[in-house]
């Protein structure tokens, strides 16, 4: 069984960087094809896929966010990492880290709220 698990600050202040980590248990991130994937929900509206790490170490982003977005990986500690910089109080939302395979997610965080404010 699959298991992630988010961390990371619960709150940050406008134009700082948000930093988040995922721990990954019961699966290695290098396994083939799986994709590791962050996506966010604000308060009141839909899940937004943010961007991805995949095995290989390839990544993807959201073409809204990639001005902002950094997706990384330990794979010693089998963790991957988001940071979104400039941070304003519009990207307070739940964050999760969720495996992704061929365009279909199948194992979810519990989820972290991140709050923006000063």
């Known amino acids: 069984q699959v298991q992630l698990q988010e961390s990371g600050p619960g709150l940050e202040k406008p134009s700082q960087t948000l930093s988040l980590t995922c721990t990954v248990s019961g699966g290695s991130i290098t396994t083939s094809y799986y994709a590791w994937n962050w996506i966010r929900q604000p308060p009141g509206k839909g899940l937004e896929w943010m961007g991805a790490?995949?095995?290989?170490?390839?990544?993807y982003y959201s073409p809204s966010l990639k001005s902002r977005t950094s997706i990384s990986r330990d794979t010693s500690k089998n963790q991957f990492s988001l940071q979104l910089s400039s941070v304003t109080p519009e990207d307070t939302a739940v964050y999760y880290c969720?495996?992704?395979?061929?365009?279909?997610?199948?194992?979810w965080g519990q989820g972290t709220q991140v709050t923006v404010s000063s």
């Open positions: 969720v495996r992704g395979r061929a365009g279909s997610f199948d194992y």
């Open positions: 790490i995949a095995y290989d170490g390839s990544t």
